[in-house]
C-alpha cells in the first residue's frame, strides 16, 4: 500500500470513531423517554385554539372512555365532544350511545375542575337521529349559543356549549 | 394546569445493532492497522479474529434481546469498542516488545462477555441484591483486605493489591468495588433519611451533626488503611469517592461532599508526608520534569509517557507507526498514554467520549428506574467508571498523582476486564427496568 493509502486510512480509522460516538449520541437524542409535562391552562388560551383542541391531553383518563391525543378519522362519523376552551382544553370524548354526565362530581364521564360548575352540571344524550343537551339544574346555567339551556335542546354539529370557563363543541 | 404524559421508549435493539457494526469494523481495523503496520498482516489471522468478535457481539446482542429487551442500546457497543481498541493497542505494544499479553487479554475479554451473559442471565431483578447489602459489605471488605494476608497478597510497584495463588494472579479489588457499591447503595437506602436529618447550619450549607458522622468517618478509616497498609492511592481515592458520590445521591446534601473531601485531603496530604512510597508518587507528580526526580527513576514513566502523547500531537502517529513502547507499563497503567500516542488527542477524545456515554448511560439508568435501591446501584456504578476513568487518565496527564489503577475495558490485566464487564451487565439489568414501559413493571 501506499503512502498515501496509509494516511487515509489512518485518518478513516478516527473519523470511524468518532462516526460512531456521535451515532451513539443520535441515538441517545432519539432516546428522550420519561415523562413530558405539557401546561394547559388560560395563559394560553389565546393561541392558536383549534390547534390545541387536538393535541394531547391526559392519559390516565384513557380509562374512563376519554379519548387523548389526536383524532382518528375512523371515528368521524360516530362524532366526538371536545372541549375547546378552559382547563380541561384539548380533551375529546368519543360519542357512542350512552349519555355524557358533566360535572364536578367524580362519577361525572367529564369532569371539570372549575368553580363555576355544579357537581353534576349537564347531559348530553343521544335522542333520535340527533344529540341533546340539558341542563340538569345548574347554578350557574349552561348556554348553548348564548341561550340558557333548561329542558332538552338539540345539540347539532358545531354548536358550542359554554358552562363555567369550559367551552365544548359537538364534532364529527 | 399541567399534564404529565409518558412518551413511549424504543428499545432500540436495532440502533443497538446498527451501532454493532460500525463498533465490529473499528474493533477490526484497528487490530489490521496494528498488523499491517508491523509488516505482520495476515489475512487468515484477522478473518479468524474479526469472526471471534462478530460471534461475541452477536450473543451478547441476542442474550440482551431476549433478558433485557428494554436494556440501554449504546452501553455493549461503547463497551465493546473501547475493549477491542485496547486490545490492538495491546498487540501492537506486544509485537514490539516480544510480549504476548494480547491472547490473554482477548480470552479476559471472551470470558468477560461470557460473565456478563452470565449476570444477565441469572440476576433477572437487580433488586435482588438487596438482600445482601450486609453480605456484600462484609465481601467486599475482604476483598479489599485479602492482598494484606501475607502469603497471599503480592507486592508489585509498591503496591500490595494483588493476591496470588495456583499460579494465578488477581487483583480482588476490581470485584470489591462492585460489592461495596451493592452495601453502599442498600445501606444508604435505608439509612438516608437520618443522614440527610438537620444539622447544624455553617457558611450557609447544613452540615451532618456530629453523632451522624459514624459511616462517613468509619469508610474514611478503611480508605485510609487501604492507603496505609496497600500503599495504592487509586483504590483508595475510588473507594472513598464512590462513597461520597453515593452519599451525595442519596442525601442531596452537598455539605456531605466538603466534608468528606476535606476528611480525604487531610489524610492524602498526612499520607503523601509521612508514607515514602505515597511520598514519591507525590514527588513524581510534583517535580515530573525535574532532573533529580527523572533520573532517579521516579517519574521516568510519568514523563515518558508525557512525551509519547506529545509526539502524538493532534491526529496520532497512527496505529503501529509510534513508539509506545518505550514507557514501561505501556500494556497495562499507560494504555492511556499509548493510545494518546497512536491515536492523537482526536482519537483520546473520542475515546473519553465513550467512557462519557457509558456514565452518562449509568446516570439515565439511575434516573429513570423506580426502586431507590436501583437508583443508588446504577449511580454508584457510575460514579465507580466516571472516577476511575478521572484517576487514571488524571495520573497519566499529570494531573492528579499517579496511582495503580487501570483504565477500564482498555488496560491489560483479567480482574479489571472481567469486573467491569459484570458492572456493565448489572448497568443494563438496571436500564432494563428503567426503560420498561410502567405498565410492565412489577
Known amino acids: ?40 391552562g388560560r395563559g394560553r388560551e389565546r393561541r392558536k385554539p383549534d390547534n390545541r383542541a387536538n393535541k394531547v391531553a391526559a392519559p390516565s383518563r384513557a380509562a374512563t372512555g376519554i379519548r387523548t391525543g389526536s383524532i382518528s378519522t375512523s371515528s368521524a362519523a360516530v362524532g366526538h365532544l371536545a372541549v375547546v376552551s378552559g382547563p380541561l382544553k384539548g380533551t375529546t370524548i368519543p360519542l357512542g350511545t350512552a349519555p355524557i354526565l358533566i360535572g364536578r362530581s367524580p362519577t361525572c364521564t367529564l369532569v371539570i375542575d372549575d368553580d363555576y360548575c355544579s357537581a353534576k352540571h349537564c347531559r348530553i344524550f343521544p335522542e333520535d337521529d340527533g344529540w341533546r343537551i340539558e341542563d340538569l339544574g345548574s347554578t350557574n346555567g349552561t348556554f348553548l349559543d348564548n341561550q340558557r339551556v333548561g329542558d332538552p335542546m338539540p345539540f347539532k354539529r358545531g354548536d358550542q356549549v359554554r358552562l363555567g370557563a369550559t367551552t365544548l363543541e359537538l364534532r364529527s | 394546569m399541567a399534564t404529565v404524559s409518558e412518551i413511549s421508549v424504543r428499545a432500540g435493539r436495532r440502533s443497538e445493532l446498527a451501532l454493532m457494526g460500525m463498533a465490529w469494523v473499528i474493533i477490526v481495523l484497528a487490530r489490521a492497522l496494528v498488523d499491517y503496520n508491523a509488516a505482520y498482516l495476515e489475512l487468515d489471522a484477522i ?24 436494556a440501554d442500546p449504546v452501553m455493549l ?7 477491542g481498541v485496547g486490545i490492538a493497542e495491546i498487540h501492537r505494544i506486544d509485537l514490539a516488545e516480544g510480549t504476548g499479553f494480547a491472547t490473554a487479554q482477548i480470552t479476559w475479554a471472551a470470558l468477560g462477555v461470557a460473565t456478563m451473559i452470565a449476570v444477565l442471565l441469572l440476576l433477572r431483578d437487580h433488586r435482588k441484591l438487596r438482600r445482601y447489602t450486609y453480605t456484600a459489605g462484609v465481601v467486599g471488605l475482604i476483598l479489599y483486605m485479602l492482598p494484606l494476608v501475607p502469603g497471599l497478597g503480592i507486592t508489585i510497584n509498591g503496591a500490595r493489591i494483588w493476591i496470588s495463588a495456583l499460579g494465578y494472579s488477581m487483583q480482588p479489588g476490581e470485584f470489591a468495588k462492585i460489592a461495596l457499591v451493592v452495601f453502599f447503595a442498600g445501606y444508604l437506602v435505608t439509612n438516608r433519611d437520618t443522614l440527610a436529618l438537620a444539622g447544624p447550619k455553617f457558611l450557609g450549607l447544613r452540615f451532618p451533626r456530629p453523632r451522624d458522622m ?50 480525604f485531603a487531610v489524610g492524602g496530604t498526612m499520607a503523601a508526608l509521612t508514607i515514602p512510597h505515597v511520598r514519591s508518587r507525590f514527588d513524581a507528580w510534583l517535580h515530573a520534569l525535574d532532573a533529580d526526580t527523572y533520573s532517579s527513576g521516579t517519574s521516568e514513566q510519568l514523563v515518558r509517557g508525557l512525551f509519547g502523547m506529545a509526539s502524538g500531537g493532534l491526529f496520532g502517529t497512527g496505529l503501529g507507526e509510534g513508539r509506545p513502547d518505550l514507557v514501561p507499563y505501556a500494556e497495562s497503567d499507560f494504555i492511556i498514554a499509548s493510545l494518546g500516542e497512536e491515536l492523537g ?82 448497568l443494563l439489568r438496571v436500564s432494563d427496568m428503567a426503560r420498561r414501559p410502567s405498565e410492565e413493571v412489577a
Not at chain 1, 432516546?31 to 405539557?38: A, E, P, S
Not at chain 2, 435501591?373 to 456504578?381: D, E, I, P, Q, T
Open chain 2, 345 to 426: 488527542l482526536t482519537g483520546l477524545m473520542a475515546i473519553l467520549t465513550l467512557y462519557l456515554i457509558i456514565v452518562q448511560r449509568a446516570f439515565r439508568a439511575s434516573i429513570g428506574v423506580r426502586d431507590g435501591f436501583g437508583k443508588l446501584l446504577a449511580s454508584g456504578l457510575g460514579f465507580a467508571m466516571a472516577i476511575q476513568v478521572f484517576i487514571v487518565v488524571g495520573g497519566v496527564t499529570r494531573v492528579i498523582p499517579l496511582t495503580g489503577l487501570t483504565a477500564p475495558f482498555l488496560a491489560y490485566g483479567g480482574s479489571s476486564l472481567l469486573a467491569n464487564w459484570i458492572v456493565i451487565a448489572l
Open chain 1, 1 to 40: 500500500m501506499s503512502e498515501l493509502s496509509i494516511t487515509l486510512l489512518r485518518f478513516g480509522f478516527l473519523i470511524l470513531l468518532w462516526a460512531l460516538v456521535l451515532a451513539a449520541i443520535g441515538v441517545l437524542r432519539a432516546d428522550l423517554y420519561g415523562t413530558r409535562v405539557t401546561t394547559r
Open chain 2, 214 to 263: 459514624g459511616p462517613l468517618l468509619l469508610v474514611w478509616a478503611a480508605a485510609m488503611l487501604i492507603m496505609v497498609y496497600e500503599r495504592d492511592l487509586g483504590a483508595s481515592l475510588l473507594f472513598f469517592g464512590i462513597f461520597l458520590g453515593m452519599l451525595y445521591v442519596a442525601t442531596q446534601r452537598l455539605s456531605w461532599v466538603l466534608t468528606g473531601m476535606g476528611l
Open chain 2, 77 to 83: 457497543p461503547a463497551v465493546f469498542t473501547l475493549n
Open chain 2, 47 to 70: 478473518a479468524f479474529y474479526g469472526l471471534g468478535a462478530a460471534v461475541l457481539m452477536i450473543a451478547a446482542h441476542f442474550v440482551l434481546d431476549r433478558v433485557a429487551p428494554n
